[in-house]
């Protein structure tokens, strides 16, 4: 995957004109809730405790499985902002999604687009997966620069 | 439509998780019953009790040794949290190719092909530092910190409705 910064800002830079600033926090969930839900487990599960959990978190990173995810945290906002959060979370998570679609992991593909339909992979391998890495110091800046600049 | 949402939302939120749940219970079952079959191939390959895999694999290694046109590893057959157990100690493989830049005890992804089962023919390899995944943890662990400040910011939580709601000054 991309660093969490990486689709943090994806999110957060996108949603910092006027008229959009509003919603921003739907976005920014929206863009980090595949990994939330996918390596948060993992790395609690999986790397600590050594319960192997991979191949039930991985649907997180399907859109149908986003879909329903979000339509459950949906159910979870005011009746007045559970449409935009709805629409919003759900858009930011298949921005996450495209986002990890076009790295390159090493060896075969682990992401099912297509589940529960397929369990194919794919990757598109346009970058490598740390390559988010050294863009971090400019996404930050502008992150900052966005930040003090909409106060 | 959604007066049908407000009135039934424990309900839905009930459904919702436990088709998640079903979900990944199918995806778990393919995942496992897979990387079960890859992992017994790869025990009996490096074994010599099965035939090793004809195609190009992704394997995990641990380095054992060096030399100069070669590395001996380790391959990882076993899932676990102790690291020590997770690679077949008994089976030395060793890797002819290129010879990337390590010292003992790195662990080391491995693509190529067994010429025997006790040859591997490297053609890539993926080696990621431990301060690399520690800065990934971190700016990571940044961003979802940025997340939750945002959203609070914006949001309240009723624990009585179990809802959050805008505040009224954002």
Redesign the interface.
């Known amino acids: 995957m991309p660093d969490l910064f990486a689709h943090f800002a994806s999110g957060y830079l996108v949603s910092q004109p006027a008229n959009l600033r509003q919603n921003s926090p739907f976005l920014v969930l929206g863009t980090i809730l595949p990994d939330i839900l996918t390596r948060i487990p993992e790395i609690i599960f999986d790397r600590l405790l050594g319960i192997p959990v991979f191949h039930f978190v991985i649907i997180f990173h399907s859109p149908f499985c986003l879909l329903l995810s979000t339509f459950a945290i949906s159910l979870l906002l005011d009746s007045q902002i559970r449409l935009a959060g709805f629409f919003l979370i759900l858009m930011g998570s298949f921005v996450h999604v495209i986002l990890d679609l076009m790295q390159k992991q090493f060896g075969q593909a682990v992401y099912m687009p297509y589940f529960p339909f397929s369990f194919e992979t794919l990757q598109w391998g346009l970058f490598h997966y740390n390559a988010s890495i050294s863009l971090f110091p400019v996404l930050l800046l502008l992150v900052i620069f966005s930040w003090i600049m909409t106060r | 439509m959604?007066s049908i949402?407000?009135n039934h939302?424990t309900p839905?939120?009930v459904i919702?998780?436990f088709?998640?749940s079903l979900?990944?219970?199918?995806?778990?079952s393919?995942?496992?019953a897979k990387?079960k079959e890859f992992n017994k191939t790869l025990a009996g390959c490096i074994s010599g009790t099965r035939n090793c895999p004809q195609h190009s694999v992704?394997v995990s290694a641990q380095v054992k040794n060096l030399s100069q046109d070669y590395f001996i590893v380790n391959i990882r057959t076993r899932?676990?949290?102790?690291w020590e157990d997770l690679f077949d100690r008994k089976f030395d493989i060793t890797v002819f190719g290129e010879r990337p830049d390590l010292t003992v005890g790195d662990i080391i992804?491995l693509?190529g092909h067994f010429s025997s089962s006790q040859i591997f023919q490297l053609k890539?390899y993926?080696i990621?530092a431990k301060w690399?995944r520690e800065?990934?943890?971190t700016?990571?662990?940044?961003?979802?910190v940025?997340?939750m400040f945002?959203?609070f910011?914006?949001?309240g939580f009723s624990p009585t409705e179990?809802?959050?709601?805008?505040k009224q000054n954002?």
């Open positions: 959604l949402l407000e939302r839905l939120l919702t998780v088709l998640l979900l990944s219970i199918y995806s778990y393919f995942g496992n990387d992704v899932k676990g949290a102790r992804a693509k890539e993926d990621e690399l800065i990934k943890y700016i990571s662990l940044l961003a979802l940025l997340t945002i959203w910011k914006a949001f179990l809802v959050f709601f805008r954002h």
